[in-house]
Nanobody, 122 residues
């Protein structure tokens, strides 16, 4: 089994910063793309940022220049540095990863964390 656990959410004032972390554990042979998604009340889940195993990144237009995604392949972790936060960034943030569990089986699974709440408010 594979688990993704997020941490680092909380309450921050507009203009502030937070750093989210995601740690993958369990039966892991290789992790391919990883990403952060968010879902605000009454809205669909949306991609915030993604990163390939080689380090290529992709960001939603709404967060470009403010958020930075990174990963440590040796530790199976991923981070999201969020700066200049705005009230519209308020949402539950989810970690997502495409993971191959077995050396002997090429099957891959799409895994999600439980989510961490980010609230931007004065």
């Amino acid at each position: 089994q594979v688990q993704l656990v997020e941490s680092g959410g909380g309450l921050v004032q507009p203009g502030g910063s937070l750093r989210l972390s995601c740690a993958a554990s369990g039966s892991i042979f290789s992790i391919y793309a990883m990403g952060w998604y968010r879902q605000a009340p009454g809205k669909q889940r949306e991609l915030v940022a993604a990163i390939t195993s080689g380090g290529s990144t992709n960001y939603a237009d709404s967060v470009k220049g403010r958020f930075t995604i990174s990963r440590d392949n040796a530790k199976n972790t991923m981070n999201l540095q969020m700066n200049s936060l705005k009230p519209e960034d308020t949402a539950v943030y989810y970690c997502n990863a495409d993971i191959r569990s077995s050396r002997y089986n090429s099957a891959r699974g799409d895994y999600w964390g439980q989510g961490t709440q980010v609230t931007v408010s004065s």
